[in-house]
Nanobody
Framework: QVQLAESGGGLVQAGGSLRLSCAAS????????VAWFRQAPGKERSFVAA????????YYADSLKGRFTISGDKAKNSVNLQMNNLQTDDTAIYYC?????????????????WGQGTAVTVSS
């Protein structure tokens, strides 16, 4: 069982930045992917970004490249999501998730554990 705790959400004006953090209860190095998803009001959950440990690879939704950056901190067993130039369309609940074994693209796989989410609201 892996427990995930997101933090860092809040209210920000358009053009601003936020840094989300996902703390895991187990060593990040024992996990295949740690990913961020988001779910906007009235919409389905969508892939945001992922990091694959061991190969130090990162993946992003095409529409978010250049504004969002995912990074990991092994010492703190955490994965961060730096979000810059936020827009009102970025308003959503952001979730982190963990996959243990699947090596396919992180946007196409099932995740084993999910956090409770952290809310991000971007005002115009």
């Amino acid at each position: 069982q892996v427990q995930l705790a997101e933090s860092g959400g809040g209210l920000v004006q358009a053009g601003g930045s936020l840094r989300l953090s996902c703390a895991a209860s187990v060593a990040i190095g024992s996990i295949n992917y740690v990913a961020w998803f988001r779910q906007a009001p009235g919409k389905e959950r969508s892939f945001v970004a992922a990091i694959r440990w061991g190969v130090e690879a990162t993946y992003y939704a095409d529409s978010l490249k250049g504004r969002f950056t995912i990074s990991g901190d092994k010492a703190k067993n955490s994965v961060n999501l730096q979000m810059n130039n936020l827009q009102t369309d970025d308003t959503a609940i952001y979730y982190c998730a963990v996959n243990r074994y699947d090596s396919r693209h992180p946007s196409q796989i099932q995740y084993d554990w999910w956090g409770q989410g952290t809310a991000v609201t971007v005002s115009s």
